[in-house]
């Protein structure tokens, strides 16, 4: 039986890809929540394949129910058939359930959304959101989103309680090099130093004041072996409280509501 090294690296070996396979997973990827229609010179274009491969992509996938033709148009959309696939990766019923209320009870005056995400290799994967007027701000966020793992406090947070093992591998498979000034690493040296901060303290705080406006703090939802299985964040404008007010305001019921969740996370597997 093969590890997992070398799992990945036959994977990797383009003997072992299915092309055609590859090519579809392009068509449905070119599609985005600000495009979410698109006529087949634009899939063709961003999925970089000529126009008869994505035609026939396009029709082979509208007859399995992954894409639809929009009534009336040249356009393809995605249908919802594809969530079906996501949901079933970050199903974890039991925890998407038990944090719905530990999300609702976190949205309030300063707070405007919470979120529940786990790891995805070097991304976090949003598994359970609940807002209020963040969508009117222009933040896209939603159940299924994926941001950076090395480039968010929701991220840090996870990362924070991973073992050294896994950590080293989402180092060396994110872009560190880009500048970053809402989660404030733009090196494996520096997020090392956040991270361990985190352990000490608990929690992370992205201040994406001079981006977008919002400030992000998250704390790890963990196990029974101490390792995060998941993480919670919440989000605030950044014009309703400076950051240490931000901090101090959120940071108590934050953390408690996530020791709360690791509780009976860890009850209930």
């Not at 990827?29 to 899939?43: I, K, M, N």
């Not at 033709?69 to 969530?83: E, I």
């Not at 605030?236 to 996530?258: D, G, K, T, W």
Request: glycine share 8%.
């Amino acid at each position: 039986m093969a590890n997992d090294d070398g799992t990945m690296a036959e994977a990797r070996n383009p003997k072992s890809l299915v092309n055609s396979l590859a090519k579809g997973f392009r068509v449905l990827e070119a599609f985005t929540a600000s495009e979410p229609e698109l006529v087949l010179s634009d899939v063709a274009r961003r999925a970089e394949l000529d126009a008869g491969t994505a035609f026939r992509m396009l029709n082979t996938l509208v007859a399995l129910g992954y894409v639809a033709k929009v009534p009336g148009t040249r356009r393809f959309c995605l249908t919802l058939k594809p969530l079906e696939l996501g949901f079933n990766a970050i199903a974890r019923t039991e925890l998407r359930d038990l944090a719905r209320p530990v999300l609702r009870s976190l949205v309030g005056e300063v707070n405007e959304a919470a979120s529940l995400g786990v790891l995805d290799g070097t991304y976090v994967v949003y598994v359970e959101r609940v807002q209020a007027g963040l969508a009117r701000m222009g933040v896209d966020i939603r159940v299924g989103s994926r941001i950076p793992a090395c480039h968010s406090a929701i991220g840090h947070a996870l990362l924070a309680f991973l073992p050294e093992a896994d950590l080293g591998k989402v180092l060396e498979g994110s872009d560190l090099d880009r500048s970053d000034p809402g989660a404030g690493v733009n090196s494996p040296q520096a997020l090392r130093q956040r991270l361990a901060a985190i352990r000490r303290d608990g929690y992370a705080l992205s201040d994406w004041a001079s981006v977008n406006g919002l400030r992000v703090l998250a704390a790890p939802v963990l196990g029974r072996d101490g390792i995060a299985v998941a993480a919670l964040s919440v989000a605030a404008p950044a014009m309703r409280l400076s950051a240490e007010a931000f901090v101090e305001a959120v940071r108590m019921p934050l953390v408690a509501r996530a020791k709360e969740l690791s509780l009976a996370f860890s009850a209930a597997s």
